[in-house]
């Protein structure tokens, strides 16, 4: 199993698809076509579209619709369109030359307005599978996405879930992550044997769900 196929998103997307419970938790994800584009952005409204291969939050482009009006944001700026034309080519020319996919967008729950969303650490220790980190990433002020290098601050699971969800029951939500970060790793060795170590992203949107964003093999 060569890391760079490893290093897919797509790969892993589709193992994770075989588990009928685990499948409710992923988010719609195509591959990167103008058609494809504009039917996800008819049924979700906004998209994230990212590169297969690569993390850190580089390369991810926020897509949206509302009307008949289009926008795009990456990094911090935001541009609009008045045609599904005009922000498609803008696109083209945005993203830096390699394959992408598109992910339906999430309403994820807040802090003051920031979007907050979950980091999983999964170490193998000799047969055995640990936690090494289940912690909250804040975005930056303004900024959709939460990476810490793109400048968001870490706070704890709990207090994350407690802070963004006040009425919903941190230790459910904590108990559920950790079941699904267990049966995705089970699924995931099946698929990939010899993985040692994996970086679960999660978010919940506002009204709790929880949603997993990636699964990364080689986790910061």
């Known amino acids: 199993m060569g890391g760079r196929q490893l290093a897919s998103k797509w790969l892993k997307t589709e193992a994770l698809l075989t588990d009928p419970e685990v499948a409710p938790y992923i988010p719609q994800t195509r591959t990167l076509t103008r058609e494809n584009l504009q039917v996800m952005l008819g049924a979700h409204g906004f998209v994230v579209v990212k590169p297969i291969v690569g993390g850190g939050g580089y390369g991810v482009i926020k897509v949206a619709r509302s009307g008949s009006r289009y926008s795009i944001t990456y990094s911090s700026k935001t541009s609009h369109y008045n045609s599904f034309q005009a922000m498609y080519s803008s696109l083209m020319r945005v993203k830096v030359n390699r394959k992408y996919l598109i992910q339906q967008g999430i309403h994820l729950a807040r802090i003051q307005g920031r979007p907050i969303d979950y980091r999983v650490k999964y170490v193998k220790n000799g047969a055995k599978w640990e936690y090494r980190a289940m912690v909250g990433r804040l975005a930056r002020p303004g900024l959709f996405v939460t990476n810490l290098c793109k400048g968001g601050n870490m706070l704890s699971c709990r207090e994350g879930l407690r802070r963004s969800l006040p ?6 939500k904590r108990r559920e992550m950790r079941n699904l970060t267990r049966r995705c790793t089970s699924i995931l060795e099946r698929h990939f ?4 170590q994996l970086g679960f992203d999660y978010g919940l949107d506002q009204s709790g769900k929880i949603w997993i964003f990636e699964v990364n093999t080689r986790p910061q």
């Open 167 to 172: 009425h919903i029951s941190s230790t459910e």
């Open 193 to 196: 044997p010899g993985i040692g």
